[in-house]
């Protein structure tokens, strides 16, 4: 489960990353950026919610 939150936080990186590079890259010509920028959002709810659902279930203890 531990792995699940680490890849979509790595997924999150990667997909700022790439937001900020279409952003030096395209200079406002496309819209790769918001795209990314989207996918970003969307998986920052989706770890959120998972997240909460751990929370929920007890797998996330506390000390």
Not at 23 to 31: P, Q
Not at 32 to 38: D, G, N
Not at 43 to 59: D, E, P
């Amino acid at each position: 489960m531990k792995i699940i939150a680490i890849l979509l936080l790595l997924l999150i990186v990667y997909s700022l990353g790439s937001a900020l590079y279409y952003m030096v890259k395209d200079k406002g010509d496309s819209t790769r950026m918001v795209r990314s920028l989207t996918i970003r959002i969307g998986l920052s709810l989706l770890l959120f919610v998972i997240m909460m659902a751990w929370t929920y279930i007890n797998y996330i203890h506390e000390g």
